[in-house]
């Protein structure tokens, strides 16, 4: 096993990431070098010396020639080995993908021997020991060069990764996107790339500069402005799509593919060059069992969309203009919901009732909160066809089995909303039951945010993917009525995300049409602090839209709220905890009209055409995928 190579410097190191085959970035950045009286020998960048820009040779000249410290890419161990495509793993059929296959082609046909030996020699690991600290400098993580880490990836993975150095801290790249943060007072940094702009709107590209100080080390991200319009130019003569060509200028990246959510909010808005000082010394802590992230950098708050203007869901009557607000008239109940209580098994990013293993403000419902409802649904006939369970994470409750009993019993198609882990796996012998005695209307739907891990763990965690397949898969085998439901926070091509389903879908045998609407249902991301217009009573021809659309118009859900004497019904699934939707005690008292006065009746109901209850001839998919389950 070859040794990782020890670089010990005493004084400033500069460090980039990510030429991209961009010989003027590259010469910007070493010129800054020099400028800044840095030699070669404390400059270290990491890796990824070829990728979209037009000159691959002369890139890998510029570099040995200088002489500094590169570690190894994704990018050039695939040219060093002579394989097919860039190794960064992209989603087939994406953007990246297909954007990859030009410029990689490229490459492969500029570079000779000589070029790849080189990259062929580059180590895949530099330790870096400054200022007293040892610094692991790789590529992606340490367990795989072509991991991203961004600023928003789950501390626990980087933890992992740190533990797995026996270090200080890591220097790390491959994201594009510079960053500087703590885990567990460890270092994280990125210092971001030269050979393309960062995403923010700007050509500018980025580096960084680490100097030991009397109080610690001082970490100075930088940004460099360069020659972009020639770099430009010698794609066009390489004859390479415009799509990357173009972001040069734009400081946009074609595709975000690649990008988590956080990062994708954030696209657009230019980051400020700033400066932190991690300390030199930690006092020692005891271990925590959740791993401690502070950012340090960047400082400025990053949003690229607008905040919501405050003046607006504050009458039930009229809106920030005066006009009258659209509300809705409950037409028939055809669906009613019981939110089984918010306690769930994980955490997700962005839940919208912020369900978590300790959060209890609902209440587990019991068998006795649901039957006068379901007995009131039958006085009245009030021609209920569903019943839904929803949560946090229904499976979690100790009486669900027998509420599921209890309204298939009395003939209602019965869903539970699941992320199918391990909660769901302590019922599987009652769910083979259910499945036996009540067939089809039984209907699980599970929470697949993604057709690929690392975006479905973007938002529901680490190590959350693999066990909702396998539920997944589990239930198909069991031939239960199922549907999935993904989400669109990402800003996917919808055709391009169905056929990702498609794939997941066919590999492992789930028998689920992921072009059917019904059988996948993706839905709208809601932030309640952007932006929306509201909802007037004259948006209905406006839009073509009638109110009996809304789904508030069809359904209810009952919860118990922490320390109430009995459930109370709400008007919507996804307000649960605002009391201006809190309607009554029973269905009878809830069946008054709905103002339009949120906005999430506005993005998710109205303009985002989404419901929590939609019903096709053979799978009813129900409530919102970001709901917690």
Known sequence: MTATPQLHLDGPALIFGGPYSNLQATAAVLAEAARLGIPASRIICTGDLIAYCGDPAATIDLVRTAGIHVVMGNCDEQLAQGADDCGCGFPAGSTCERLSADWYAHADAQIGREARAYLATLPRRIDLVIGGRRLAVIHGSVSRINQFVFASTAAAIKRAELDRTGTDGVIGGHCGLPFTQTI??????????????????????????????????????????????????????????????????????????????????????????????????????????????????????????????????????RTAKGEPRASVALARLETLWFNTGTRCNITCA??????????????????????????????????????????????????????????????????????????????KQKLVELRRHYGDNLVIRVSLDHFTPERHEDERGPGTFAPTLDGLAWLARQNVNIAVAGRTMWGEDETAERAGYARLFAEHAIPLDAHDPGALVL???????????????????????????????????????????????????????????????????????????????????????????????????????????
Request: proline residues 8%; neutral net charge; aromatic residues 6%.
């Open 350 to 427: 962005n839940c919208y009732i912020e369900s978590s293993p300790r959060n209890d403000r609902l209440a587990y419902l019991t068998l006795d909160d649901i039957r006068p409802y379901l007995d009131e649904i039958e006085r009245d006939r009030l021609d209920t066809r569903e019943i839904g369970f929803t949560g946090g994470e229904p499976f979690m409750n100790p009486q669900l089995a027998a509420m599921l009993e209890e309204c298939l019993s009395r003939g209602f198609r019965t869903l539970v909303l699941t992320n199918a882990m391990k909660p769901m796996w302590r019922h």
């Open 184 to 317: 567990d007072e460890k270092l994280w940094h990125n210092a971001g790339v030269v050979g393309m702009p960062a995403h923010d709107g700007t050509p500018r590209v980025w580096f960084s500069v680490l100097t030991p100080a009397e109080s610690g080390l001082r970490i100075e991200h930088l940004a460099l402005a360069y020659d972009h319009a020639a770099a430009a130019a010698a794609m066009t003569r390489a004859g390479l799509p415009p799509d990357y060509r173009a972001a040069l200028a734009t400081g946009l990246w074609p595709s975000c593919d690649a990008l988590p959510y956080r990062e994708i909010r954030e696209s657009g808005v230019a980051i400020a060059p700033g400066a932190v000082v991690w300390p030199h010394a930690v006092p020692p802590q005891r271990r925590a069992r959740t791993a401690a992230l502070t950012h340090l950098w960047p400082t400025n708050a990053r949003r690229n969309a607008k905040a919501l203007d405050a003046q607006k869901f504050k009458d039930p009557r």
């Open 523 to 629: 839905f709208p991301e809601m932030d309640a602090d952007v932006d929306v217009p509201e909802i007037t009573e004259a948006c209905w021809g406006i839009l073509g839209k009638s109110p009996e659309q809304v789904m508030c118009a069809t359904s209810r859900m009952v919860v118990r709220r922490k320390g109430a004497e009995r459930p109370a019904v709400l008007a919507c699934t996804l307000l649960p905890y605002d009391p201006a939707f809190e309607l009554g005690a029973t269905l009878a008292q809830a069946a008054g009209a709905v103002p339009l006065n949120h906005p999430h009746c506005a993005k998710f109901c109205v303009l985002g055409g989404a419901s929590c209850s939609r019903a096709t001839s053979d799978v009813v998919a129900m409530a919102p995928a970001v709901a917690a389950e």
